[in-house]
């Protein structure tokens, strides 16, 4: 079966506020459970485009959201984001093309809405893949410096433009496209979010199926790993890969997410989709 890749806008309300969120609709005939992907800060719903490419997941329904401000989604005229509104925003979306019982991908900073989202509706929510999520304050290390007025995303990109790195290369193109505004307003939702260590809690104990994936030069900045393999959360290192390794190496990356809905697909008693 042939994906039908349908960019969607949404016209909501969230804290008495309109908000429009443009998301991706793929493949909603598909077979399997379905996956809804939350992006990183900075990044856009087109970087779960890679799926396509995955047998384990090219045939399953597929939402991917970009937050406001980035990607096709405006941000507010005025004020700021919450994490609230994320969450609804989000839902706003997932109910209205369709969905009931899904699993999460969450990257980076959007790991921490898919941790929330879950904490709300956990009866949606069969899985949750934490790809290089923030959870933690030493995880917050470059949102910390935007949301304290210390570093600008213009700093970021060039700062990155010219990395050794092709996902924080591609990062850095990127950028520039993303509302200044909605950026900062989400680098102070994730060390808020992140301050406490409450959230690498509640991850570890949550009571659904898991999988925390991280590229492999990043294993210095996670502190982490063994205590969620010591919690039973199971950890998948993404060789030759950064911060972003649906860039740095989508093949491990797209397959270790695919192997894990396929053994979300037997738990759940869902037909795996197959290739054509």
């Given at each position: ?79 700021s ?24 991908v ?14 709300r ?55 520039a ?78 397959s ?21």
């Amino acid at each position: 079966m042939l994906a039908m890749h349908r960019t969607k806008w949404l016209e909501t309300t969230v804290s008495d506020r309109a908000l429009t969120l443009a998301y991706t609709d793929i493949s909603s005939e598909g077979t399997g459970l379905p996956t809804v992907y939350f992006h990183g800060w900075g990044c856009t719903k087109a970087d779960f485009e890679g799926a396509e490419a995955e047998p384990n997941l090219a045939g399953r329904w597929r939402l991917a959201v970009d937050f406001p401000g980035h990607g096709d989604s405006p941000y507010l005229k005025e004020g700021s984001i919450t994490m609230n509104d994320l969450i609804q925003g989000m839902h706003d979306v997932i109910t209205t093309a369709g969905m009931s019982r899904f699993a999460l991908v969450g990257h980076s900073v959007g790991n921490l809405v898919a941790i929330r989202y879950a904490q709300r509706y956990p009866g949606q929510v069969a899985g949750l893949v934490n790809v290089v999520g923030n959870m933690t304050a030493n995880d917050c290390f470059m949102t910390a410096e935007v949301a304290a007025d210390r570093t600008t995303r213009n700093d970021l990109i060039a700062r990155f433009q010219n990395s050794d790195n092709v996902g924080f290369r591609r990062y850095a193109e990127g950028l520039a496209s993303v509302n200044e505004r909605a950026f900062v307003d989400l680098a102070k939702i994730a060390v808020q979010q992140c301050e406490s260590g409450e959230m690498l809690n509640t991850f570890r104990h949550m009571h659904f199926f898991k999988l925390f994936l991280y590229g492999e030069e990043d294993v210095h900045t996670l502190d982490y790993l063994r205590l969620l393999e010591e919690s039973g959360v199971p950890v998948e290192k993404i060789a030759h890969s950064s911060h972003f390794p649906g860039i740095d190496n989508p093949a491990d990356y797209y397959s270790k997410i695919g192997e894990f809905m396929v053994g979300l697909d037997e738990a759940f008693g869902y037909p795996t989709p197959r290739p054509a």
